[in-house]
């Protein structure tokens, strides 16, 4: 049975509307000599029906109507990315594509509309900072410890495929993000994005979230590849998403002449209108046609802003909101949401609900930017990136920090990537008397998960705060 099947009438009911069809055709009222005809139930639908499509059509010609204005005041459009190889004809060739598919405007959002692939950052707005509570229970999970003992001994193959097993096993309980971000870590310390992306993919099907991002050389050895970070151009949405960000959309279609890496940023969009939906849906779309690589910041949260104005069963004035949240779904790879949302859409539009396809185009997500307070630089004492060996120096070096800066104590690990195990245990035995002598708080902060795992089962936790690091 089809799915609008469901939508059918029985075999009874047709035979009843077919009489009352029959006897409704005309009622007659006299008043005087002057018969009044009232129109059948029928037409009454049938002229709701032709007043709503009336009502789209308005719309989608008005979102023409602006992009034709953006594209008669811009003037003819170049190819974004100079090619790197090929001849003048090639190139002359490359950039009339591109000037048709920007000319291209597609009008008709009644219709189930092709989605290009996308992915996602959206729905369940899951924080990825750890609860206390499940920072706590660690100690009770040994498969996590075991896993981090190993990889303190260099062991990272046999620890990488224990925290496969744990996490594909779903047995971890509230500390099940836990082992996900000490797999994380583990690929970001040993240098293996391939696995680290696509363990995120997994990562943000399963949790509907934004994943851990990996972070490349660090700033200080970066410095010369500044050139190549700044061909990232950056755009930020006003608060609201309407017919007037006509404007924000020019500078995007200037920056993608410039830039093959754009930034957009919807950290201010608090409310959306379907005009406003339609022009960022053919502008995601013109963006995919021409493959840039796009990062997107708050998309979780526009995603909530376009859902707070659908309605499932309620057929707007364009399906324009409605498909832009499945293009947003796609981008941030929230293949659960997006198949949910189709089945509303589909039920809500009477059509064959899209199917989900991954984005061609190199698509990251990251959390808006939060300015956090946090204490002085000097007031903290910066731990080393590995910690192994004889611990005798480290330990009188944070003696000496704690003689100034004595309580708290701020271990800084914001650098520490690995504690060997013998490290641990020595680590232990300097700090002990540390935290004993006027009663000094130690705290860990900026820790990885591997390591934080590692210091639990050590008995670190029961000298010292541990903190990890924010995802």
């Not at 860990?444 to 089962?457: P, Q, R, S, T, W």
Request: a negative charge; aromatic letters at 6%; hydrophobic letters at 40%.
């Amino acid at each position: 049975m089809g799915i609008f099947s469901l939508f059918g009438k029985k075999n009874g009911q047709q035979e009843n509307d077919s009489s009352q069809k029959t006897s409704a055709k005309k009622t007659r009222s006299k008043s005087g000599n002057t018969d009044i005809a009232v129109p059948a139930e029928d037409e009454l639908a049938s002229q709701s029906i032709m007043a709503q499509r009336h009502v789209a059509r308005a719309t989608a010609r008005k979102i023409d109507a602006i992009e034709f204005e953006m594209s008669r005041d811009m003037g003819k459009t170049k190819s974004p990315i100079p090619p790197k190889s090929g001849s003048d004809a090639a190139s002359k060739k490359t950039a009339k594509s591109i000037d048709a598919s920007t000319a291209e405007h597609v009008t008709d959002f009644q219709s189930t509309l092709p989605l290009e692939g996308q992915s996602t950052d959206y729905l369940l707005d899951q924080h990825t900072d750890v609860m206390t509570v499940e920072l706590a229970e660690t100690e009770s999970v040994p498969l996590l410890e075991e896993a981090a003992i190993l990889f303190a001994s260099g062991q990272n193959e046999v620890a990488a495929q224990m925290l496969q097993a744990a996490i594909h096993s779903n047995n971890l309980g509230q500390v099940e993000q836990i082992g996900w971000y000490m797999l994380f870590d583990l690929y970001q310390i040993t240098g293996n994005q391939q696995q680290f992306d696509s363990l995120s993919l997994e990562y943000a099907s399963k949790f509907e979230t934004s994943p851990p991002i990996w972070h490349g050389p660090d700033e200080a050895e970066a410095d010369t590849e500044n050139e190549a970070d700044q061909t990232t151009a950056n755009l930020s949405f006003p608060a609201s998403l309407d017919a007037n960000i006509v404007k924000v959309l020019a500078r995007l279609q200037q920056m993608s002449l410039k830039s093959q890496s754009l930034k957009l940023d919807f950290t201010r969009v608090k409310e959306v209108d379907p005009v406003g939906c339609g022009l960022l849906l053919r502008a995601i779309k013109n963006l995919k046609k021409t493959k840039h690589d796009l990062m997107l910041v708050a998309a979780q949260d526009l995603a909530d802003n376009i859902r707070a104005i659908l309605q499932v069963g309620r057929r707007d004035e364009t399906e324009a909101p409605w498909l832009l949240l499945l293009e947003i779904l796609q981008l941030l790879h929230f293949e659960q949401a997006f198949e949910e949302v189709s089945m509303d859409y589909c039920i809500t539009f009477e059509v064959s609900p899209p199917s989900f396809e991954a984005p061609i185009n190199k698509v990251t997500t990251s959390l808006p930017d939060i300015r956090i307070e946090t204490l002085q630089p000097s007031n903290r004492f910066m731990m080393p990136a590995v910690i192994d060996g004889k611990t005798d120096i480290l330990i009188n070096r944070i003696a000496d920090h704690a003689k100034t800066f004595h309580n708290p104590l701020i271990l800084d690990c914001s650098k520490l990537e690995r504690v060997e195990f013998g490290a641990s245990a020595q680590l232990l035995n300097g700090l002990v008397p540390l935290s004993a002598a006027r009663d000094t708080h130690i705290q860990f902060v900026e820790v990885n998960y591997l390591v934080m795992a590692l210091f639990n089962a050590m008995g670190l936790k029961n000298v010292a705060t541990i903190f990890p690091r924010k995802r």
